[in-house]
């Protein structure tokens, strides 16, 4: 299991709860926002902008 650990940056708590949730369903984050989540390891980050 992948953990869902803060590196550097902070998340806010909704960001690492919405992390939480797509790890555990072996899920990507859609979001034009990567900063607040590139810093949770194991999680795809996928922005729909690109």
């Given at each position: 299991m992948q953990s869902c650990t803060k590196k550097e940056r902070h998340s806010g708590?909704?960001?690492v709860l919405n992390a939480a949730i797509?790890?555990?369903n072996n899920l990507a984050i859609c979001t034009n926002n990567e900063k607040d989540y590139?810093?949770?390891d194991g999680l795809e980050i996928l922005n729909w902008t690109k």
């Open positions: 708590n909704f960001d797509a790890m555990a590139e810093n949770i």
